[in-house]
């Protein structure tokens, strides 16, 4: 055991400083012992300064720019995919059979692929209002 066990027995208080002269270690850590402190009227306090948020950086204007500006970045390249694929190809769907050229035909079948995929989505949509409405 060593005084840091034992603070009271010390002479000290937990933080090192030595006490006052007219207390003991017992009169230190005694609750009883001390004497409330005056109360002392402050004046009333004021509402904080209002915070200004900081100017946005962009609207809805700049982002729909970017927006059109990366959409018609991704045209191009498929434009390119679809002139450097102009091979040749048949393509079946159950008894149906048609030439298009490869480009093309990759471009319809990832349209039909979204098209699945939004219809999934509104599906998910009118699920979660129909959910809202029920409550």
């Known amino acids: ?18 006490l ?31 915070e200004t948020k900081p100017a946005k950086r962009g609207g809805a204007a700049s982002s729909t720019w970017v927006a059109l500006i990366i959409g018609a970045l991704l045209l191009i390249l498929l434009l390119v995919f679809i002139l450097q694929n102009q091979q040749s190809v048949e393509l079946h769907l159950f008894a ?3 030439n298009f050229p490869l480009g093309v035909g990759l471009l319809l079948a990832s349209i ?3 098209l699945i995929m939004a219809c999934a989505g509104i599906w998910k949509m009118f699920e979660m209002r129909r959910q809202l409405k029920n409550r």
Do not use: F, K, L
């Not at 055991?1 to 030595?18: L, V």
């Not at 002269?21 to 850590?29: A, F, G, K, L, N």
């Open 20 to 50: 006052p002269p007219e207390q003991t270690p017992m009169e230190r850590y005694d609750d009883t012992a001390v004497e409330p402190a005056p109360v002392t009227e402050t004046a009333p306090e004021t509402a904080p300064p209002r």
């Open 112 to 114: 039909i692929g979204g």
């Open 96 to 98: 149906w059979t048609w």
């Open 1 to 18: 055991m060593n005084e840091h066990d034992y603070p009271a027995a010390s002479g000290r208080p937990r933080d090192g400083r030595p």
